[in-house]
């Protein structure tokens, strides 16, 4: 099962990424840059559109479903 995470680069998304993989599945995470940790423990990775950007609920529909991702795990730490 692929099982996506944002904000990779975030103090949690270790413990994610290490615990979905534990439990047999593939982990995509997601930043707004590809400089992070997360990318480097994640099977896949995306490089999400930022906040502002006119199209982010069309593009991240797009990129969800591009990686066969079925399901969402929110994670940024705020």
């Known amino acids: 099962m692929n099982i996506f ?3 990779a680069g975030s ?3 270790g413990y994610l990424i290490k615990a979905i993989k534990a439990s047999g599945n593939r982990v995509i995470s997601s930043d707004i840059s590809d ?3 997360g990318k480097i423990l994640s099977d896949d990775f995306i490089v ?11 593009k991240t ?3 969800l479903k591009k990686h066969d991702v ?9």
């Open 5 to 7: 995470i944002e904000a």
């Open 70 to 78: 079925e399901i969402v795990i929110p994670s940024l730490d705020e």
């Open 61 to 63: 529909l797009y990129l």
């Open 48 to 58: 999400m559109p930022k906040l502002n950007d006119s199209n982010l609920w069309e």
């Open 11 to 13: 103090l949690t998304s």
């Open 35 to 37: 400089f992070n940790h």
